[in-house]
């Protein structure tokens, strides 16, 4: 079982390999979400927001 630090690191590293894939690819959402083992694209929406303080798509327009 993992602790809370190892699943806080790997989310961490999901998140950043999505932030990379919205900036270098034109996935949608829902595909980069699924890519990085996320079946829920809202719950991805949620946690790409508190990690990068935007949305997914927003992210995308600023950064690619």
């Not at 809370?4 to 900036?23: G, H, I, M, P, V």
């Not at 079946?39 to 690619?64: C, H, I, Q, T």
Request: aromatic fraction near 6%; charged fraction near 45%.
């Amino acid at each position: 079982r993992k602790t809370r630090r190892e699943r806080e690191n790997t989310t961490k590293k999901q998140l950043a390999e999505a932030a990379k894939l919205l900036k270098t690819t034109d996935r949608s959402v829902a595909e980069i979400a699924l890519a990085i083992g996320e079946k829920n694209v809202s719950a991805f929406e949620r946690k790409f927001r508190k990690e990068y303080g935007k949305k997914p798509l927003a992210y995308r327009r600023e950064n690619a």
